[in-house]
């Protein structure tokens, strides 16, 4: 790495804290001004996902982020690292939940090709980052507190994302390098068997998730797919379960559908740590890409 892209890296990890710092800075001055502890449970406020939502790693969930009740504001902030056969995606970012029922989070995903970068002429460890803006908002219902009722958390929600290779995305073939993605997500927690469910329907044009852009010159519509997860609490501060993510499939090359299997531990409310193991399968010119998934919160 040369010394002015080491630069523009550590530009880009202040960047983040600072954003993240701002996030968490302003939730703990609300804070302050209103009930300072919390009855949620922990782990019901989810970890966060590789793109800045609550939720769990590949997805989000209905849940607002963060700790804080309807009286409360609550915040976190988090680093995750997906370490495949090919490739690695670093993500940092932070969220602020209002009141329990607004969720506002920002993002940077930096995706790097490693040694396909220089396979694809690129050069060895070429990097594309996206910028994540989301915005999530509840509707009805409350996946914990709601035990007496089947109906379960039901939000919708939105991530604005925008990718700094443009020019070469469009290249590519490839038809814009921003675009947003709609989702409605369900969730459920069941208290009596300790078990969580998720339903997420996205509405996208993004390719892998926005870090090849979104859609083509031949294909530029947006799809409707599928994501899910379902987690088993063995106590209360830990946690396990599976998730599943559909993908679009806009690219000349095949886009696998993503899982993972995870455990996640949540020590106190201000710390959690997720592992994963996740099958990402083909990514551009290699396939069956798996590798392990890191993640660490912080926050109240």
């Not at 590519?172 to 947003?180: E, F, H, R």
């Not at 993605?181 to 892998?208: C, E, H, M, P, W």
């Amino acid at each position: 790495m040369t010394v002015t892209q080491g630069n523009k890296t550590r530009q880009r990890i202040l960047a983040i804290a600072a954003i993240g710092g701002s996030l968490l800075a302003c939730a703990a001055q609300a804070q302050t001004s209103s009930f300072t502890s919390s009855s949620k449970l922990l782990l019901t406020g989810g970890v966060t996902n590789i793109e800045g939502s609550a939720g769990g790693g590949l997805t989000p969930w209905a849940i607002i982020g963060g700790y804080g009740t309807r009286d409360q504001i609550g915040a976190n902030a988090f680093f995750t690292n997906v370490r495949a056969d090919d490739y690695e995606l670093r993500t940092g970012g932070a969220l602020v939940g209002l009141y329990d029922r607004v969720e506002l989070s920002f993002a940077q995903q930096k995706f790097d090709t490693k040694e396909v970068g220089g396979l694809l002429g690129l050069g060895n460890g070429f990097t594309f980052t996206q910028k994540v803006y989301g915005a999530k908002v509840k509707l009805f219902g409350d996946a914990v507190l709601e035990q007496d009722s089947l109906l379960p958390q039901v939000s919708i929600g939105f991530q604005r994302k925008e990718n700094d290779r443009g020019a070469l995305l469009r290249a590519l073939g490839i038809k814009s390098d921003k675009g947003t993605d709609f989702y409605v997500s369900a969730t459920k927690l069941y208290l009596a068997q300790s078990i969580l469910l998720n339903g997420t329907l996205r509405y996208t044009k993004a390719n892998q998730t926005g870090i090849l852009g979104f859609g083509t010159n031949a294909k530029d519509k947006y799809e409707a797919v599928f994501e899910g997860s379902a987690a088993l609490l063995l106590r209360k501060d830990l946690a396990v379960g599976v998730e599943f993510r559909q993908k679009p499939d806009n690219l000349p090359f095949k886009e696998d559908h993503w899982h993972d299997v995870f455990v996640a531990w949540a020590p106190t409310k201000n710390v959690s740590v997720t592992l994963a193991y996740a099958n990402l399968g083909n990514i551009v010119i290699k396939d069956k890409q798996k590798g392990t998934y890191l993640s660490l919160q912080v926050g109240f």
